[in-house]
């Protein structure tokens, strides 16, 4: 018999799944953390987490949507990570950078 587990998650569940996962990723023991799910599903949607020591209370005053537009993908799945290396690297090559 193949065993099957269907799950339904809505977005608080998502998030904390996440950040409890990228947390414990970046060895961190109790922590804060702020999260949000943007975009739109099957095009854009992205989620934008910071994650600090939970002394830290400058966490929540940081403005995700803000640092969503700022910065460029860096998980450890992203594909724009993976190009934007590339594009360095080949970068380095031409100019003998190495």
């Given at each position: ?56 209370d400058s966490i929540r005053s ?36 190495f």
């Amino acid at each position: 018999m193949i065993k099957q587990v269907v799950f339904k998650y809505n977005e608080d569940d998502l998030l904390e799944i996440l950040t409890e996962h990228l947390a414990k990723e970046n060895d961190f023991g109790e922590f804060c953390a702020r999260a949000v799910i943007v975009g739109t599903p099957g095009k854009d949607l992205r989620m934008i987490a910071i994650i600090g020591d939970s002394e830290d209370d400058s966490i929540r005053s940081e403005n995700l949507e803000e640092l969503d537009e700022k910065m460029e993908y860096n998980g450890s799945h992203s594909k724009a990570q993976y190009i934007n290396n590339m594009s360095v690297l080949l970068k380095k090559i031409k100019e003998k950078d190495f």
